[in-house]
């Protein structure tokens, strides 16, 4: 027993450096935490009062995308752009939801379009586009983020009354 002991001593001593593990620098561990993150996708959608009572998240997702296009039309329907379009039955308007809960609204037209007044239509938008309920930003980790999707809007053609 007396010739085991020097060797346990020894054993014991030179057996910490197998427990010892290189800890990773702060710039490493941020660097692969960088890399996980899907940048392209968020926790949660930018959400309505409406929505918020609904659990699933690609319900309530649609949710908001359904009531944006529906405030969008309706706003839009007071409007001269069918009478001043006919042609223009669907315009697509891209959302920009900002991390301070601030909307912008931008309308988004085909390459080929050159028949449009690109300025008027923008000024109409950004006159009617107006008033709209609180939306609540994205959250990606905890933080309010910036986003930004294209909602299709259906322009409803107005009937002109004929005299007759």
Request: one cysteine or more; aromatic letters at 10%; a neutral charge.
């Amino acid at each position: 027993m007396k010739h085991y002991f020097p060797f346990l001593v020894f054993l014991i001593f030179n057996s910490c450096q197998y427990f010892e593990k290189q800890v990773p620098s702060e710039k490493e561990l941020l660097q692969k935490e960088l890399k996980s993150i899907n940048w392209k996708e968020v926790d949660e959608y930018p959400s309505l009062a409406d929505c918020e009572k609904i659990n699933n998240k690609n319900q309530r997702q649609q949710c908001f995308f359904e009531i944006m296009t529906q405030l969008i039309q309706e706003k839009l329907d007071i409007d001269t752009l069918s009478v001043l379009y006919p042609e223009l039955d669907t315009i697509e308007v891209k959302v920009t939801v900002f991390p301070d809960a601030t909307i912008n609204f931008e309308p988004q037209f085909p390459k080929d379009s050159v028949n449009y007044d690109r300025i008027k239509i923008d000024s109409i938008l950004r006159a009617r586009l107006v008033d709209f309920p609180k939306i609540n930003p994205a959250i990606k980790r905890g933080i309010p983020v910036k986003s930004q999707f294209i909602l299709p809007v259906i322009l409803k053609e107005k009937e002109v009354k004929q005299n007759q």
